[in-house]
């Protein structure tokens, strides 16, 4: 039953995968299932091996590098809070460094003065810079450059 053999390298392969999350040990726990597809149809020992190293020559040179350079984009959306960075949203009370309201993206926000010695009046435009838990940090519209 080398069949079995194969499986049991692949599940240890699959745990040290887990752990390291460095995709290199989860491409040769793959290559060791299809080892153990070729050992359970009846191949002998040096096709499974061929099977093993074939399998694991295409995954270390063609998938790791494709996956790798998925793993390290920034994502194209932005979700949650962080997709208000950026906004335009108008002062409802008056904006200091300290409170304020502000309409943003048809809700009532808390908002703080992203400069501190600025008073940004009711109804002024501001963009929204940075979200600190439930408080934006805006600046008014007419300072941008």
Do not use: N
């Not at 995968?17 to 793959?30: D, N």
């Not at 597809?37 to 099977?51: F, I, R, S, T």
């Not at 960075?85 to 309409?103: D, F, P, W």
């Not at 940004?120 to 501001?126: H, K, R």
């Amino acid at each position: 039953m080398p069949w079995l053999a194969w499986l049991l390298a692949a599940a240890a392969l699959g745990v040290a995968e887990f752990f390291t999350l460095t995709l290199v040990f989860g491409l040769f726990a793959g290559a060791a299932l299809v080892a153990a597809v070729v050992a359970g149809v009846g191949v002998g020992l040096l096709g499974q091996l061929v099977a093993l190293g074939v399998t694991a020559a295409v995954g270390l040179l063609l998938i790791r590098p494709v996956a790798l350079r998925q793993m390290a984009q920034v994502p194209l959306t932005r979700e949650g809070s962080d997709a208000l960075i950026g906004k335009r949203a108008e002062v409802m009370q008056e904006v200091t460094a300290s409170h304020g309201l502000i309409k943003l993206s048809g809700e009532e926000w808390s908002a703080r003065a992203l400069d501190e010695s600025l008073v940004i009046p009711v109804g002024a435009l501001v963009d929204v810079m940075e979200i600190e838990g439930a408080t934006a940090l805006v600046y008014p519209r007419e300072l941008l450059p």
